[in-house]
């Protein structure tokens, strides 16, 4: 099993609907979870950082974290054509100094016009 | 304010010869981290300096690999010699503080082997 999971997709939603990005994590007590968005060639650009359970908004973005079931999920509201991207998950480390980030493989989103 | 810029954008060089990757974080970010993808495989850590200091360098495949940040600012990584399989795209991130800090990540170097 891999320590963070995510379906490598393509996911293809068209322009204007809900995108829903999903990840699962093996480690119960990780602390700190993040969704970044890579484009091809760029570097992995962060857009969401959670730490609590529950929802955190931030414009068309919605991060909710479930630690019970070790879950954490990415909403993208009208979604637009450059929302096209691989999103990558991220949980940061249990505990200590360590910034050590383990990732998932990434899903790679395609917003149809 | 400048981002994490990483050099050079792309290496391409024989099996057994050296090379040098070099970082140059946020200014002002004491953390600095080296990251690894190679290709059809997940992002994975590498290690972590605080200032000059390997907090955790746990994720250095061996010892051909040499990562220094003297003075604490900028890093290099260093392959010598350079295997077949250290093909992949080498990325440096950067944070203001650790373990919860948010962290921002450069374009990458990628790097051929051949």
């Known amino acids: 099993q891999k320590e963070v999971e995510q379906n490598s997709g393509p996911l293809s939603v068209p322009e204007g609907a809900i995108a829903s990005l999903n990840c699962t994590y093996s480690?119960?007590?990780?602390?700190?979870f993040f969704w970044y968005r890579q484009y091809s060639g760029k570097s992995p650009e962060l857009i969401m950082s959670i730490y609590s359970n529950g929802d955190k908004e931030d414009g068309r973005f919605t991060a909710q974290l479930n630690k019970a079931s070790q879950y954490v999920s990415l909403l993208i509201r009208d979604s637009q054509p450059s929302d096209s991207a691989t999103y990558l998950c991220a949980v940061g480390p249990r505990s200590g100094n360590t910034g050590k980030l383990i990732f998932g493989q990434g899903t790679t989103l395609q917003v149809k016009p | 304010e400048a981002g994490v810029t990483q050099f050079p954008s792309h290496s391409v060089i024989e099996k057994g010869q050296t090379v040098t990757l070099r970082c140059d974080p946020i200014?002002?970010?004491?953390?600095l981290y080296w990251y690894r993808r190679v290709m059809g495989k997940e992002i994975k850590f590498l290690l972590h300096?605080?200032?000059?200091?390997?907090?955790?360098e746990s994720g250095m495949p061996n010892n051909r690999f040499l990562a220094e940040r003297t003075g604490g600012t900028y890093s290099t990584l260093k392959v010598q010699p350079a295997e077949l399989e250290d093909s992949g795209v080498y990325f440096c991130?950067?944070?203001?503080?650790?373990?919860?800090?948010?962290?921002?990540f450069g374009d990458g170097t990628r790097l051929s082997i051949l």
């Open positions: 200014s002002g970010h004491d953390n």
């Open positions: 991130a950067s944070s203001q503080g650790t373990g919860n800090q948010p962290q921002h």
């Open positions: 480690d119960r007590v990780s602390q700190s």
């Open positions: 300096f605080v200032k000059e200091s390997k907090q955790d």
